[in-house]
């Protein structure tokens, strides 16, 4: 099991999963008082909750936790256990006797693998909660259990992946840190080199989706979507949180093709609990590279699984040679 910490001030991150079923949730859960918060949502086929309250022109000004689950729509329920744990904390919008926290979410695909009944509830979305902390696991536990890449030629061709986390801290203080689960349709890529995808008959090489598609291959993708959380202490609006999961994006481009498919339901969350002054331009372009670093921290990171390799086993193989 590998960990992360993170140094974002005030944020913390819980994970807990079904290692038998293969699906998890992971929360991020921001400082008590609540974070501005954007979103943006990539693909055709997102699973959400909460995010229209994150346009600019909505009344509400603060979340108070993401969560990124596994389960398909099944997942959406892990939210209500996140809710319920903040409110017994006293987190949240103050309501009579009680709070009412903000609970945003998105899910992944993941019921090709392990059990397909299998998904996150309310009690493991309370237990990752409970969990949160500045310390954490990355690879096959938490939204990345049962994530997986490479899926063009479908399921049986796929590699395993997981969830990974990259950050950076500035001298003057901005930290910009992101976490993502990667669930792809597409390859992985560190510049043109392919770290994790869809591979041959016998598992021995990868078949270039990229190459695929330029030559017109038809199949149905599956269905995959990859989510992810930029956590930030910059002081940004909630249009400028938008804009910096927009441009957070670009960092699934350049580590994922193909990428943003009918098949994938991409989304970045973008959190600001907003203690430092920063341009938004170099909080984007930090979210961009941070997002890039954790899909590739997802990949390395990760474990065979429910019958499919991981990128692990590929090192271990060429260093046997």
Do not use: W
């Not at 919008?93 to 899910?107: K, L, N, Q, R, Y």
């Not at 269905?223 to 910096?244: D, F, H, P, Q, Y």
């Not at 481009?253 to 970045?268: F, L, N």
């Amino acid at each position: 099991m590998e960990y992360r910490k993170t140094h974002v001030p005030g944020f913390t991150i819980g994970t807990a999963e079904d290692r038998e079923g293969l699906t998890g949730v992971t929360v991020i859960l921001a400082p008590k008082d609540g974070a501005s918060a954007g979103v943006d949502v990539r693909g055709c086929a997102p699973g959400t909750r909460e995010t229209d309250l994150l346009s600019p022109e909505k009344t509400v000004q603060k979340i108070h936790a993401v969560v990124l689950s596994g389960g398909s729509a099944f997942g959406l329920e892990a939210d209500s256990g996140v809710m319920n744990y903040l409110a017994k904390q006293g987190a949240g919008f103050p309501v009579g006797d009680i709070t009412v926290p903000i609970v945003c979410g998105a899910v992944l695909f993941d019921l090709s693998i392990g059990s397909s009944h299998a998904h996150p509830d309310i009690q493991m979305g309370h237990l990752a909660a409970s969990r949160a902390s500045d310390t954490f696991p990355v690879g096959c536990y938490g939204a990345g259990t049962g994530a997986s890449v490479g899926k063009l030629r479908g399921f049986a061709h796929a590699m395993k992946s997981g969830a990974g986390y990259a950050e950076f801290g500035l001298p003057g203080g901005l930290y910009v840190g992101a976490y993502m689960a990667v669930n792809a349709c597409g390859e992985i890529y560190e510049g043109d080199h392919i770290l994790a995808g869809a591979l041959s008959d016998d598992d021995s090489h990868f078949i270039s989706s990229h190459e695929l598609m330029m030559k017109g291959f038809q199949r149905h993708m599956g269905t995959n979507t990859s989510i992810g959380c930029v956590m930030t202490n910059a002081r940004l609006t909630k249009a400028e949180c938008k804009a910096v999961s927009g441009m957070a994006h670009d960092g699934y481009a350049r580590a994922i093709r193909p990428v943003h498919t009918t098949m994938d339901g991409d989304t970045v969350f973008t959190m600001a609990s907003g203690e430092v002054e920063a341009p938004v331009d170099t909080v984007g372009y930090l979210a961009e590279e941070a997002i890039r670093l954790a899909i590739l921290d997802a990949v390395r990171s990760a474990e065979s699984m429910g019958g499919r390799p991981a990128f692990s086993d590929r090192v271990k193989k060429l260093s046997e040679k």
